[in-house]
């Protein structure tokens, strides 16, 4: 168990529609990460928060977004969903910055739009 | 920029054989490198890491070397286990960076 929760595990959804995906840092980590897994497996970096603020910005489609709010938890939102955006989404969090600092990631979110 | 690339995948092995998993990269700067393991409908979890040039990274029997000169930090085991059977990340992050820089993955598949 890595500390990190997400929720929910599964979403199954229709195109076109908006949906909510949840993430708990671990306790006092103040860098939130969010990362896509495509079904051949490839990991693509969305975007991170540190402490409320947008640290750095990757391949993120401009219908998703995401925020962090005070208590640390972030969230991803993904809207006028396609059927290539069904994938495995993580979260993972950071203690602090620094390059020798690893990622805990949680079990991630599966989504399936239909 | 910075980028890593890690050897394609699937690889196939019978168990108590020799693992090796080729990771070279390109960095600006001085990254610190490291090995995620992802088991089947789990996330990434940290393998081992190196944080300077020829440091050793090992764990669970696996080892990887920063080699500098290389650019390179491939991922050895000398006898794998059924239950290696996973994708494994090589990934960097870069002194000042924020981001972490993961590769394709590889596929281990380690048979009876």
């Known amino acids: 168990d890595s500390g990190v929760t997400q929720t929910p595990k599964h979403l199954i959804t229709a195109t076109g529609q908006r949906v909510t995906l949840r993430c708990s840092p671990r306790?006092?980590?103040?860098?939130v990460y969010w990362y896509q897994q495509s079904l051949d497996q490839g990991l693509q970096f969305l975007i991170q928060y540190y402490n409320g603020e947008e640290r750095a910005k990757g391949n993120i489609l401009e219908r998703f977004s995401a925020q962090q709010f005070p208590d640390l938890h972030s969230e991803l939102n993904l809207s006028s969903l396609e059927l290539g955006d069904s994938a495995l989404y993580f979260c993972a969090s950071r203690a602090r910055e620094g390059a020798d600092n690893e990622q805990f990631f949680g079990p991630g979110t599966r989504l399936t739009v239909l | 920029g910075n980028s890593v690339t890690q050897m394609e995948g699937p690889v196939t092995l019978s168990e108590e054989a020799f693992l090796t998993i080729n990771c070279t990269y390109t960095?600006?700067?001085?990254?610190?490198l490291f090995w995620y393991v992802q088991y089947p409908g789990e996330g990434l979890q940290l393998l081992l890491k190196?944080?300077?040039?020829?440091d050793k990274g090992s764990n669970k029997g696996f080892e990887a070397t920063y080699r500098k000169e290389t650019t390179s930090f491939h991922l050895e085991k000398g006898s794998v286990q059924v239950s290696d059977s996973a994708v494994y990340f090589c990934?960097?992050?870069?002194?000042?960076?924020?981001?972490?820089?993961f590769g394709a993955g590889t596929r281990l598949f380690v048979k009876a």
């Open positions: 190196a944080t300077k040039a020829d």
């Open positions: 306790s006092g980590d103040l860098s």
């Open positions: 990934a960097l992050t870069v002194t000042g960076g924020f981001k972490t820089i």
């Open positions: 960095a600006t700067g001085y990254p610190s």
